[in-house]
């Protein structure tokens, strides 16, 4: 019940195309969603977040959507450039007092030029 | 702001010697600090976390006195592997939230290597 599915494992997305990555969740006390990128050597950098009172959020080129009553969130890249190829993580979390993450497997993406 | 700094960035060592990783919140007070451990192409795996003052609550598996947690003050919390082995070699990783915030704020890992 603790765990954050994420999916595809890997990617790989032309130039110019849009990146999808999906993440299911089952515990309905979750209430903080953030999405990481890792970059090689590199610690995870937040990139954006969403909490389950609004269905999209959207920053530049990197949207989430959101889906409450599915238990399912995904990150959309638009406009996929080689300098987004890195890991992504989503994650979620609770206000139980100490917001522990659980982080998905990530999705390596690889965006050819 | 919310910048995490972890020193070293990379260490080599010894088997059966000791490491002191050290994470530092350079411009915010940090309420919470996690540790984590990531292995290559693998997600983060918590270790611990550590609240300012007090002792750290430890990950089911993880052996509290092989990974040692000081959390000193508000900006700086240590992780001390002890006696390490060439199985602890990995990529450690810290991050902290700051106030009451779900945000957590990554350092940029320290790469062990055990010899």
């Known amino acids: 019940q603790q765990q954050v599915k994420q999916s595809p494992q890997s990617l790989i997305v032309q130039k110019g195309g849009i990146s999808i990555i999906n993440c299911a969740y089952e515990n309905t006390a979750f209430d903080y969603f953030p999405w990481y990128q890792q970059f090689p050597g590199k610690g995870p950098a937040l990139l954006i977040a969403i909490r389950p009172d609004v269905s999209e959020k959207k920053e530049g080129r990197f949207t989430i959507s959101f889906n409450k009553s599915a238990k399912q969130f995904s990150l959309h890249i638009m406009d996929s450039q080689p300098g987004d190829s890195a890991t992504y993580f989503c994650?979620?979390?609770?206000?139980?007092?100490?917001?522990?993450?659980?982080f998905g497997a990530g999705t390596r993406l690889f965006v050819k030029a | 702001g919310a910048v995490v700094s972890q020193h070293p960035s990379r260490v080599i060592c010894k088997s059966g010697t000791s490491v002191k990783i050290e994470c530092r919140s350079l411009?915010?007070?940090?309420?919470?600090m996690f540790w984590y451990r990531q292995f290559p192409k693998q997600s983060l795996m918590l270790m611990a976390t550590s609240n300012e003052g007090s002792k750290a609550t430890y990950e089911q598996g993880v052996e509290k006195d092989k990974f040692l947690i000081n959390h000193a003050s508000l900006t700086l919390s240590t992780l001390t592997v002890t006696s390490a082995h060439p199985e602890d070699s990995s990529f450690y990783i810290c991050s902290a939230t700051r106030g009451w915030q779900e945000t957590q704020y990554f350092g940029p890992g320290t790469r062990l290597l055990v010899l």
């Open positions: 411009d915010f007070q940090a309420t919470t």
């Open positions: 994650a979620a979390s609770a206000n139980t007092g100490g917001f522990k993450t659980i």
